[in-house]
């Protein structure tokens, strides 16, 4: 009897939304394909003139937990900085198109100093270039060790020796100085080019911010280049076989199979990512400021007749939506291992993306939608193969419309900055 009612019920909900009922099934189809691919069961290719349907197949778990390992590291660098536009959003009503080069100036600025300390000797021919240009005595070192080469980011890796493994000071010095370098930048756009137009329409503010955006990128492109170059040192850099790690946890699954590595800085960009989302958490619940901006992002006039000094309330929104998102650029170099004049503006529209998907205005959703599309753009490689690879980032842009088109507000629709 309950088996019986459990299916009308299943119906009568198919009947009331059978779109609805169409993703769900193509959802299990996708998750029973999953499991049969983990067992080795293959029921395919069948193929016709018009299409090739495959089902099952045969793939390593170790796979699975890479891909899935993958997402999480992109959706956590994507939730860090969405963050930072879903406060400015919130709070100042525009949606800034400046936001990804504010992740370009946050890698690029980072890790110019964390070249400068890392390289060899580099740090302590600038101290002596600055001392005898102040005392007028000697010659300075810094010939020697190329000082330019180290802050424009043109020596080799392995010459800098750029890792958290190898050089931590250097790293976390860098990662200070991207987030204030991003905050100087911001508070300084702000200062001169949004806080004139605060009272003006949304539209004006987005097309200020689109020229911001140019300008930045192209500033950037005018001082460093604008090739994209490798950054970072793999040199002594602990890391793990997920294939052999699987087999040791589970060996009646067989010998390994293929090479997934996970190094020291996939995960210190996901600690350092965590921390940072945490410490949100605790300002947003716990502080006086946290609960001034989750006012004014509710009601901004009721705001300012309650006495909330509004201007430190958007200072302080700017100082940490900039900060964030200058170490999420930083954090993405340690994943990515390079970085180009274009590495922000090429991730705008993800960060848009998990905005939208998460709820305009949650600070939750928008670390939920950031998660979400990292692991929906690489998941999705278990399915899309050899050429299909290219589609798996327009995946991400389908689940968005897919969550969308059920709950129009977004996965934390209606719940602001709390």
Do not use: C
């Amino acid at each position: 009897m309950e088996a019986n009612a459990t299916v009308e019920r299943g119906l009568r909900a198919a009947r009331r939304s059978p779109g609805a009922a169409v993703v769900w099934a193509v959802a299990a189809v996708l998750l029973l394909d999953l499991l049969a691919k983990l067992v080795g069961v293959s029921m395919g290719p069948f193929e016709t003139p018009w299409f090739a349907l495959w089902f099952g197949g045969d793939v390593p778990i170790s796979e699975v937990v890479g891909l899935a390992w993958s997402g999480v590291v992109i959706g956590a660098v994507i939730g860090l900085a969405s963050i930072g536009l879903s406060l400015t959003y919130s709070i100042l009503n525009f949606a800034n198109f400046a936001h990804g080069d504010y992740l370009t100036v946050g890698a690029f600025s980072g890790w110019a100093v964390t070249y400068v300390i890392a390289g060899i000797g580099g740090l302590l021919a600038l101290t002596e270039t600055v001392v005898n240009a102040v005392t007028g005595l000697g010659q300075s070192r810094a010939g020697d060790v190329d000082l330019v080469s180290l802050v424009l980011l043109r020596t080799p890796p392995l010459d800098a020796g750029a890792n958290i493994w190898l050089s931590p000071v250097a790293i976390v010095v860098g990662l200070v100085v991207a987030v204030a370098m991003t905050v100087v930048v911001a508070l300084v756009l702000d200062r001169f080019v949004y806080r004139p137009m605060r009272d003006a329409d949304g539209i004006s503010l987005l097309i200020a911010s689109i020229g911001v955006a140019f300008m930045l990128r192209y500033l950037v492109a005018f001082v460093f280049g604008n090739s994209r170059r490798i950054v970072t040192s793999t040199e002594q850099l602990p890391s793990m076989n997920v294939a052999e790690a699987v087999t040791d946890a589970l060996p009646f699954l067989g010998p390994a199979r293929g090479s997934i590595i996970i190094d020291l800085h996939e995960v210190t960009l996901v600690v350092v990512a965590a921390v940072l989302m945490f410490g949100l958490h605790i300002l947003l619940q716990q502080t006086k400021l946290g609960k001034a901006m989750r006012a004014m992002a509710d009601n901004r006039a009721l705001a300012q007749v309650t006495g909330i000094p509004t201007e430190r309330v958007i200072k302080s929104t700017w100082l940490i939506g900039a900060g964030l998102t200058g170490a999420a650029g930083y954090l993405l170099v340690l994943s990515q291992g390079g970085l180009g004049f274009q590495t922000g503006w090429l991730l705008l529209l993800l960060i848009f993306a998990a905005v939208i998907m998460g709820g305009i205005g949650s600070i939750y959703g928008a670390i939920a939608g950031g998660l979400v599309i990292g692991l929906a753009s690489r998941m999705s490689l278990i399915w899309l193969q050899g050429d299909l690879s290219s589609f798996a980032r327009p995946t991400a842009f389908a689940l968005m419309i897919l969550i969308l088109l059920f709950r129009p507000s977004g996965i934390f629709g209606g719940v602001k900055t709390a």
